[in-house]
Nanobody
Framework: QLQLVESGGGLVQPGGSLRLSCQVSGSTSESAAVGWFRQAPGKEREGVSCISSSGGSTNYRDSVKGRFTISRDNALNTVYLQMNDLKPEDTAVYYC????????????????????WGQGTQVTVSS
């Protein structure tokens, strides 16, 4: 069992920055790989980034590479998504996800493999 709570969403102008936080709790939280997904209006949910429980493996979808950075601080039970140079197409509800599996310590997957979800936080990029 994992519990995930997102925060940090809001309204930002194109080119601006925002940092999302995901508070992870539960008995196996330190063993969980964590991913960020997003769903824009009228579009399918898509994986954005992920990080292994060790922090040693990260992945990003091509459209955010060089702009977004995922990190985690297990002492604080928190995963962060630093988003820079935001674009209108980044507008979406962002979800924090988690999974404890055989691959969780040293690997993660952007688009699959997660069974625990947060409630989501809205990110709107608009002038």
């Amino acid at each position: 069992q994992l519990q995930l709570v997102e925060s940090g969403g809001g309204l930002v102008q194109p080119g601006g920055s925002l940092r999302l936080s995901c508070q992870v709790s539960g008995s196996t939280s330190e063993s969980a790989a964590v991913g960020w997904f997003r769903q824009a209006p009228g579009k399918e949910r898509e994986g954005v980034s992920c990080i292994s429980s060790s922090g040693g493996s990260t992945n990003y979808r091509d459209s955010v590479k060089g702009r977004f950075t995922i990190s985690r601080d297990n002492a604080l039970n928190t995963v962060y998504l630093q988003m820079n140079d935001l674009k209108p197409e980044d507008t979406a509800v962002y979800y924090c996800t988690g999974e404890v599996a055989y691959w969780s310590e040293f690997a993660c997957h952007i688009n699959e493999g997660y069974t625990y979800w947060g409630q989501g936080t809205q990110v709107t990029v608009s002038s």
